[in-house]
């Protein structure tokens, strides 16, 4: 495999430095769900930890190394899970936190990062402005901008599931992976690809925010004006140069999921398998419905990858019959 940016060698490294509360997540064949996806299904969950998402794992190395470092101060840009689990990370090792987010993320999130101890500034607009304005503070503030997706550790510490989902058995055919801004997707991707190649690595993103997803087909970064999408988690217009390049390396397709299909996922993750998920975790169930023939007769892994929802859009979801 042509070189991404990370290194097989650094993820192993980086899984010493992550709280054990976030390795290791259960991986399991759901029976309940093979029916109706017509094909074997297994679960990555990466939901049971104490930020309900696998964004822990990149947190866990970015603070482990800031604290080594005598670093005191962080600011990131968060749609919501990445702010949450810095806060985590950096709490238990003295670190000042700064989240920038938009004020139409979900209440949830923002209030467990107000609740982990962090300082949240809320922007008007989306995330793509709540980037802008971290990176004005860290320059202003002198302090450290961790940037989820260009900072190569926010990839190793997602790439860790790779490394998890690789040492399992049986085999798998495919891994499904939510795509917003591609740490999650070349982390993992790349170390598929270095361990287990004939495994096919296959992004998944809402028809609503398909920057990324247009930009791998394309070959070069393509930008939307907007985002329209209940999967927040990915809901990103900018993909970054730098990770575009990696996930041409890694992803072997990138598909594009209607928002019926999301909240069709989200039912069927509660119904069959008994997860509650936010939108972001069911777009791999949403692409395996939408391609059944693609995936029939094999074994599929899908990385359940967050759930923080607000309880009441939740129950609109899941609750609505259409
Ligand atoms: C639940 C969830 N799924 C998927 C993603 C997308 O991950 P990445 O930005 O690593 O592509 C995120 C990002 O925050 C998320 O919170």
């Known amino acids: 495999m042509q070189g991404t940016r990370l290194d097989t060698a650094r993820i192993r490294a980086a899984r010493r430095l992550i709280d ?3 390795l290791d997540t259960p991986l399991y064949r759901c029976e309940a769900l093979e029916p109706a996806l017509g094909c074997s299904v297994s679960i990555k969950l990466e939901t049971a ?21 005598g670093r005191r101060a962080v600011v990131c840009a968060s749609a919501g899970n990445l702010g949450q689990a810095l806060a985590w990370s950096g709490r238990s090792r003295g670190l000042d936190v700064t989240v920038v987010a938009s004020r139409s993320a979900p209440v949830a999130k923002l209030d467990r990062i107000r609740a982990l101890g962090a300082r949240l500034e809320l922007v008007d607009g989306d995330f793509d402005r709540a980037r802008e304005r971290a990176a004005d503070l860290a320059r202003h503030d002198g302090i450290r901008l961790v940037e989820d997706s260009l900072d190569l ?20 055919d495919a891994v499904l992976i939510a795509l917003g801004g591609g740490a999650m997707a070349t982390g993992v991707g790349h170390v598929i690809k270095a361990l287990a190649p004939g495994v096919e690595v296959i992004c998944v993103q809402p028809v609503g925010a398909p920057a990324m997803t247009y930009s791998w087909r394309e070959r070069r970064v393509i930008t939307t004006e907007s985002t329209d999408t209940i999967a927040d988690g990915v809901a990103g217009r900018c993909p970054i140069p730098a990770v575009l390049d990696d996930l041409l390396l890694v992803a072997d397709d990138a598909v594009l999921v209607r928002e019926a299909s999301i909240v069709a996922g989200m039912r069927m993750l509660l119904h069959h398998g008994g997860l509650v998920v936010e939108p ?8 395996i419905q939408e391609n059944r023939d693609r995936f029939a007769g094999r074994h599929v892994v899908t990385i359940v990858c ?10 609109r979801w899941v609750g609505a019959t259409s």
């Not at 930020?51 to 190395?61: A, I, Q």
């Not at 550790?153 to 798998?172: M, Q």
């Not at 923080?308 to 129950?315: G, Q, R, T």
């Open 20 to 22: 054990p509360v976030f």
């Open 49 to 69: 930890n104490p930020v309900r998402s696998f964004k822990g794992r990149g947190t866990e190395v970015v603070a482990s190394l800031l604290a080594e470092h």
């Open 153 to 172: 550790e926010t990839c190793e510490g997602a790439a860790t599931i790779g490394l998890e989902l690789v040492e399992s058995t049986p085999p798998f």
């Open 280 to 287: 972001s975790a069911a777009l791999g169930v949403a692409a």
């Open 306 to 315: 967050g759930s923080n929802v607000d309880v009441d859009a939740y129950h």
